[in-house]
């Protein structure tokens, strides 16, 4: 019986006397009911009522539509469903108009297990507000650009155990909330760098599961800057990368700073090398160096920043110097500061600031404790760059040195190259003049004196003795020298006057 019928028989049954309400108010007050009554039905019934699906299971907000075997998405889908549960069904496609009524109440959305192999850009409009999102174990080869471009609010997505072989540079575009994202089990085989760098698409990401894919190389050096609150929830196992000692450096990090990702499946991490595969941690056959964590390296007067890398964000971080005092934000000496984001921050370093510095970090779920050491070199580094170009010009001069001297004592121009072409002898044309010094005393007649008294030293040149000289007094091939003939003790040669001429004077010397 609806309410119009109630208050049409509790009309009917009012006494005549009570239709005057001057007689008896009781009536004029059941009146009045009855007319609230019937105004508060004709309301109700302008709303439509959307009841619980026939094959849903509701619960206040909450619809569970789960091993039902549906084809398709259950329509009039209540506007307040806060959880919906459509897992374990035989949905193969998600189109733009699965649900004609818009769900702005729905937090968390589960579709794993079903056969979807298609995923419209536009199906997730009528779900703006959704933070949960499984679409595990389906079908599904690539994620298209924009595909969660609606999904502004999301924050965990479950896309592991489908097909996945592609995923779009753009398909996380605009999920700023983003913080866990799920696609292990899949045969992708580019490492997604876009979507762990620092500052990135997703600012907030801390779970990043490729574990069970087909990697094979990865961005090491890229790898290797990321904080360690992102490396902590990267996992790579059960991938067949390639087994170098860079890769080996690059986990025994994770693992000396006993990031999850390592240390919660070591026994998974391997590689693969000529066709075998090898636990990253048992590398002998490629004789990597054992690691050591390195030291920060300064000069003096270097600006420099050293991070607090703890493997949570937002822990409050104090620092202290290897003198055991506290680094506060402001110092006396205006050196050593520490910035905002809990960075410790020299101004200008100094030789006494070397040495290990402690920061001891605090947050809700546990504490942290990071010991960094610090090198300083006595010297600036301009300074050192002085150093190196000097002694850099002063190799340069020894060496322009040696040169000149080999070239002056081996590539010297002899002057014979440019004499001119000397006239052939009359007397012998193919023989060449000797030169030689001679000592022949003074016989000047006029002159008077001792014979011994002084000595004429003159230059002359004299004609070869005999067919067997040749030039500069050698001998030509196949002669001998001459053997003069004997003289006397104390005889005395004469020069032939033809052959000696004087180089200074026109006169024959005579000896």
Request: glycine content about 4%.
């Amino acid at each position: 019986m609806t309410l119009s019928q109630i208050f049409l028989v509790a009309f009917l049954a009012l006494p005549s006397d009570t239709m005057q309400p001057q007689r008896d108010p009781r009536g004029l007050w059941l009146l009045l009911l009855s007319l609230f009554l019937l105004l508060f039905e004709v309301a109700r019934a302008g709303r439509p009522v959307v009841s619980c699906p026939a094959a849903c299971l509701c619960a206040s907000n909450i619809l569970s539509c789960s091993k039902q075997q549906l084809p398709n998405v259950p329509h009039s889908l209540p506007s307040y469903t806060a959880l919906l549960d459509l897992s374990h069904n035989n949905l193969s496609r998600l189109r733009a108009e699965w649900t004609p009524t818009r769900l702005i109440h729905l937090q968390s959305l589960l579709l794993s297990h079903n056969h979807l192999n298609f995923i419209s850009s536009e199906a997730f409009s009528p779900v703006p507000n959704l933070r949960y999102l499984d679409l595990s174990s389906n079908q599904l080869r690539t994620l298209d650009e924009f595909l969660f471009s609606e999904l502004q609010a999301l924050e965990v997505l479950l896309l592991y155990n489908n097909h996945i072989m592609a995923v779009d540079r753009c398909a996380f575009d605009d999920m700023a909330q983003l913080q866990k994202l799920y696609l292990s089990q899949n045969q992708i085989s580019r490492f997604p760098l876009e979507l762990v760098k620092e500052g990135a698409k997703l600012p907030k990401l801390t779970l990043l599961d490729l574990s069970s894919n087909k990697l094979k190389n990865l961005p090491l050096p890229d790898l290797q800057k990321l904080p360690a609150w992102i490396k902590n929830g990267l996992y790579l196992h059960n991938n067949p990368l390639h087994c170098d000692c860079e890769l080996y450096q690059l986990f025994s990090h994770w693992q000396y700073r006993q990031l999850s990702s390592v240390v919660d499946f070591q026994e998974d991490l391997y590689c693969m090398s000529s066709k075998k595969l090898h636990n990253v941690f048992n590398l002998s056959f490629l004789n990597c160096s054992e690691y050591k964590e390195r030291a920060w390296e300064a000069h003096l007067g270097d600006t420099l920043t050293i991070k607090c890398d703890t493997k949570q964000q937002g822990m409050t971080k104090v620092w202290v110097t290897p003198s055991n005092e506290r680094v506060l934000d402001e110092v006396a000496n205006g050196t050593v500061t520490v910035s905002e984001d809990g960075s410790l921050h020299f101004q200008q370093v100094r030789v006494e600031d070397a040495g290990v510095y402690t920061c001891y970090a605090m947050g809700e779920a546990f504490n942290e404790t990071l010991s960094v050491e610090l090198k300083v070199y006595n010297f600036t580094l301009h300074g050192h760059h002085d150093t190196l170009n000097t002694a850099y010009t002063t190799l340069v001069g020894c060496i322009l040195s040696v040169v000149l001297v080999l070239i002056y004592l081996y590539l010297t121009p002899c002057r014979c190259w440019c004499r001119g072409v000397e006239k052939p002898s009359s007397h012998q044309g193919d023989s060449l003049s000797s030169s030689m010094l001679s000592t022949t005393p003074n016989h000047d007649p006029m002159a008077g004196g001792d014979k011994d008294d002084g000595f004429d030293r003159r230059v002359a040149f004299l004609e070869p003795a005999g067919p067997g000289q040749g030039q500069n007094g050698k001998l030509k091939p196949g002669n001998t020298l001459p053997v003069p003939e004997a003289t006397g003790k104390g005889q005395r040669r004469m020069s032939d006057p033809e052959s000696v001429s004087s180089v200074f004077s026109d006169t024959p010397i005579v000896v």
